[in-house]
C-alpha cells in the first residue's frame, strides 16, 4: 500500500521536530508533570475510533469529546493490551504496610508507591496489574496503563522513571492512523543540519544541556534574518552578518508577556540584583546563571523567583528555568522548552504560551465507515474545541469533497459538548478507492480546518 500525506504517521517514524502535545491533552499534560511521566510527544494527534490520540514516549493519551468534561482526557490501557496482568495475591501473600488494591489484587508500596501517589495514583496510572518484578537488575511493576521502573543507575534525583510502553505501541500502530495539526512529507522532510557556526556557539554556551535539541528546520524573516530554533530557545543571526555571533531572542520575554514590575534589591552574598530590568537571581538560580555564560547567554532576570505549578521557576529574557531546591545541583534544574513552543507557532499555528493572546480554534474529525461500501450512507462527526480543549459551542461547520464524491455540506452548528454530525448518501464515486474530505469550522473571527479520508469500496 503506497504512503499518502494523509498516511505519513503509519508509514515513516516521527521526526521529533513535528511533535508538539496538541491542544485537547496540554492541560492534562502540564497537570500530571507530564514532561516526568509521559516524556516527549511522539507525534501530533490522531484518529482512532471516533476519538484523538497521541503518543508519547512513556504512554498514550485518549481524548473523546462525548463523555463528560473532566473524564475526556485518560491514559490508554496499554498494560492490559500488552498482557502484563498477573493473578492477584492471596491474602496471606499481601506485603505488610503494602497498598492494596481490590479492584486487581495487587499491591503498591515503597519507592513506587511514593511515586504513584504524587504523580496521580490510579486516575492516572490506573490500578497495578501484577507485582514488582527483578529484572537485569532493575525493579519494575506494572499497572493498567504504565509500567514503572527502578534503576539504581538513574539520576539520584529521578531513581524511578517509566517505561517506554508509548513508543513501543507508536512503533505497532496500524496504517489507518490519520495524522491531523497539518504535519505532511515535505515538513517531514524539511529537517536540515544546523549552520556550523550556529552549531560552534551553542556548543561554547551549554550545549544540549542549556538549548536543547536543534528542531531542523531554520526560518527567513521579512527582513532577511534567520531564526534558528532549538528545543528551549532561538538564536538569530542577519544574513549580512554572517560572521558575527548570533542572538539570543527573548523568548522569556515574550512567554511571560513582558517585565514583572521592579523587585526590591536583595542584599547578600548569594544574590544579583539587575538594575535594569529591576529583579534578582538569588541562592541556587544565582549558581546556575554563573555556570551558563551568565546574563549574555540567559538575558536579565525579568520575574523574581516565583511558583508555578509547585515548581520554583524563573523568567530570563531568553529562558524560563525550573529549580527544585532538595535536589542537587546537577539535577535540580529544568529548562523550559520555549523554543519548540516558538517553532510549534511558526509551523503549525498552534497555540501555546508563545502566542496564548491570539486564540485559536482545534478541530477533528471522523467517520462511522473508514472503508464504506457504497452506494452506502457515511455519517461524519466533527469536534471544535478551544485552545484549553473546551468545547466551543455554536460554531459553523462545512464539509468538503474530493473527486465530486457529493456536493459541499453544511453541518449543523456543533452543540454544548463542541460536537456536530452529517450523514450524506454516496453513490459510486468518480474515482475509487479512497475519498479526501476537509472539515471547516468558524467561530467568531477564528478559523480552522482538518484534512482527511476514507476509502471506499464500489458494490456489484
Known amino acids: 500500500m503506497a504512503c499518502s500525506l494523509l498516511l505519513l504517521a503509519g508509514c515513516t517514524a516521527p521526526n521529533p521536530a513535528d511533535t508538539h502535545v496538541s491542544a485537547p491533552f496540554r492541560a492534562f ?6 514532561a516526568d511521566t509521559l516524556g516527549a510527544p511522539l507525534f501530533t494527534g490522531q484518529i482512532k475510533n471516533g476519538g ?9 493519551l485518549e481524548f473523546h469529546p462525548g463523555l463528560p468534561l473532566g473524564s475526556q482526557v485518560f491514559m490508554s490501557a496499554l498494560g492490559e493490551e500488552f498482557g502484563e496482568r498477573q493473578p492477584p495475591l492471596t491474602p496471606d501473600a499481601v506485603p505488610g504496610g503494602a497498598l492494596l488494591f481490590p479492584e486487581t489484587g495487587h499491591t503498591v508500596q515503597g519507592i513506587f508507591r511514593t511515586f504513584y501517589e504524587a504523580h496521580g495514583g490510579a486516575l492516572f496510572f490506573g490500578y497495578p496489574i501484577a ?12 499497572f493498567e496503563r504504565a509500567a514503572l521502573l527502578w534503576d539504581p543507575a538513574l539520576a539520584a534525583g529521578k531513581p524511578v522513571q517509566l517505561l517506554a510502553w508509548g513508543e513501543q505501541k507508536f512503533n505497532e500502530r496500524p496504517l489507518d492512523m490519520l495524522a491531523v495539526d497539518g504535519t505532511t512529507a515535505e515538513s517531514a522532510a524539511a529537517s536540515v543540519a544546523a549552520p556550523a557556526g550556529i552549531t560552534e556557539f551553542v556548543e561554547a554556551h551549554g550545549g544540549a544541556e542549556l538549548f536543547g535539541k536543534w528542531l531542523g528546520r531554520p526560518r527567513t524573516l521579512a527582513d532577511g534574518r534567520i531564526e534558528y530554533m532549538f528545543e528551549n530557545a532561538v538564536l538569530i543571526q542577519s544574513a549580512a552578518t554572517a560572521d558575527a555571533p548570533p542572538q539570543l531572542a527573548a523568548l522569556g520575554t515574550l512567554a511571560r508577556g513582558g517585565v514583572d514590575a521592579p523587585a526590591a534589591p536583595v542584599i547578600g552574598s548569594e544574590a544579583t540584583h539587575f538594575v535594569k530590568t529591576g529583579h534578582n537571581v538569588v541562592l541556587g538560580m544565582q549558581r546556575f546563571l554563573a555556570a551558563h555564560g551568565g546574563a549574555e547567554v540567559l ?3 525579568v520575574t523574581e523567583l516565583l511558583a508555578e505549578d509547585g515548581r520554583l521557576v524563573q523568567y530570563f529574557e531568553n529562558f524560563r528555568v525550573e529549580w527544585q531546591p532538595a535536589l542537587p545541583d546537577a539535577s535540580a534544574f529544568t529548562i ?8 510549534n507557532a511558526a509551523y503549525f499555528g498552534t497555540a501555546d504560551a508563545v502566542q496564548a493572546e491570539t486564540g485559536q480554534l482545534f ?16 455519517t461524519f462527526h466533527v469536534w471544535v474545541l ?3 480543549g473546551k468545547p466551543v459551542a455554536g460554531a459553523q461547520v462545512m464539509l468538503a469533497w474530493s473527486a465530486a464524491a457529493a456536493a459541499p455540506g453544511e453541518l449543523p452548528v456543533t452543540d454544548a459538548a463542541g460536537h456536530s454530525m452529517l450523514t450524506i448518501r454516496l453513490e459510486k464515486p468518480a474515482f475509487a478507492p479512497q475519498i479526501a474530505y476537509r472539515a471547516t469550522t468558524k467561530s467568531g473571527a477564528l478559523a480552522a480546518s482538518f484534512d482527511s479520508s476514507f476509502l471506499v469500496q464500489p458494490q456489484p
Open 131 to 142: 507485582e514488582p518484578l527483578v529484572k537485569d537488575g532493575r525493579i519494575v511493576q506494572h
Open 29 to 34: 499534560y502540564t497537570l500530571h508533570h507530564g
Open 386 to 388: 478551544d485552545t484549553a
Open 299 to 301: 538575558g536579565m532576570p
Open 52 to 60: 484523538l490520540v497521541q503518543y508519547f514516549s512513556n504512554g498514550v
Open 336 to 343: 523550559a522548552p520555549l523554543g519548540q513552543q516558538y517553532f
Open 363 to 378: 478541530i477533528a474529525a471522523s467517520v462511522d465507515q473508514p472503508v464504506l461500501a457504497v452506494p452506502g450512507d457515511q
